[in-house]
């Protein structure tokens, strides 16, 4: 029966993609030594927050997230990234392929939050595997198996691609979800003093406020 054995190799931006993905260069391998037909494989990828350091200005950006430094021993906690699934094709041994990884820009998501907030270093990842394994039996016939529930691997993707990855899809923008309420008292504001774009409305308000709160 065929043991399967995962580990990421590398990580890069997906150029051209119809949404951002990160392509995660990832090597199976069989231990049993049979012929893999082909595997249909799953992946519930984990932020495992604990894993790293944090710098000063790291601990002020993520505060939105994790609340005061002083009790992130009560709020740090690992979290869920997203999901992703390949087709692996045939092999004998081992085989590297891309696992593409959608990622969203949408700061209403917790894990957008954590890689905008992190400077630099790395985001310690946890990949947890599930799927199945279509490979030739002893007979020569094609069977099936599951993937067994204990497959896992971690690895340290670097922040940098994380970030290079946005640069590459929203140049110097970034997205925002409102409430509809909110938006719509916006546009009144906007259409009011005949603001051209929504940058300049949101930077009007925000002299505003801090000139009412300097007075």
């Known amino acids: 029966m065929p043991d399967l054995q995962f580990q990421v190799q590398g990580a890069?931006?997906?150029p051209n993609a119809a949404s951002?993905?990160?392509?995660?260069?990832?090597?199976?391998?069989?231990?049993?030594?049979?012929?893999?037909?082909?595997?249909?494989?799953?992946?519930q990828i984990q932020i495992?927050?604990?894993r790293r350091r944090y710098t000063e200005e790291d601990q002020r950006q993520l505060r939105d997230l994790f609340g005061e430094p002083e009790r992130w021993g009560q709020t740090l906690r690992s979290t869920l990234?997203?999901?992703?699934q390949v087709v692996v094709p045939?092999?004998?041994?081992r085989i590297v392929t891309d696992l593409h990884v959608p990622c969203t820009f949408d700061f209403n998501v917790a894990a957008t939050k954590y890689f905008a907030g992190?400077?630099?270093g790395d985001v310690p990842l946890l990949l947890l595997f599930s799927g199945s394994v279509f490979y030739e039996g002893p007979d020569g016939a094609m069977q099936v198996a599951p993937i067994s529930w204990d497959k896992e691997t971690r690895f340290r993707l670097p922040v940098k691609v994380w970030r290079d990855l946005m640069d590459a899809y929203?140049?110097?923008?970034?997205?925002?979800?409102?409430r509809r309420d909110a938006f719509e008292r916006l546009l009144a504001y906007k259409t009011l003093h005949g603001i051209p774009t929504w940058e300049e409305a949101l930077e009007r308000l925000m002299n505003a406020a801090e000139e009412a709160v300097i007075l």
């Not at 990832?26 to 992946?43: D, F, K, M, P």
């Not at 990234?81 to 992703?84: D, E, V």
């Not at 045939?90 to 041994?93: G, I, T």
């Open 48 to 50: 495992e927050t604990t």
């Open 90 to 93: 045939s092999f004998l041994m």
């Open 12 to 14: 890069s931006v997906v």
């Open 118 to 120: 992190l400077q630099d």
């Open 20 to 43: 951002p993905c990160v392509a995660l260069q990832l090597q199976v391998s069989n231990a049993g030594g049979e012929l893999i037909h082909t595997v249909v494989l799953r992946c």
């Open 170 to 178: 929203y140049p110097n923008s970034a997205w925002l979800c409102l």
């Open 81 to 84: 990234w997203t999901h992703a």
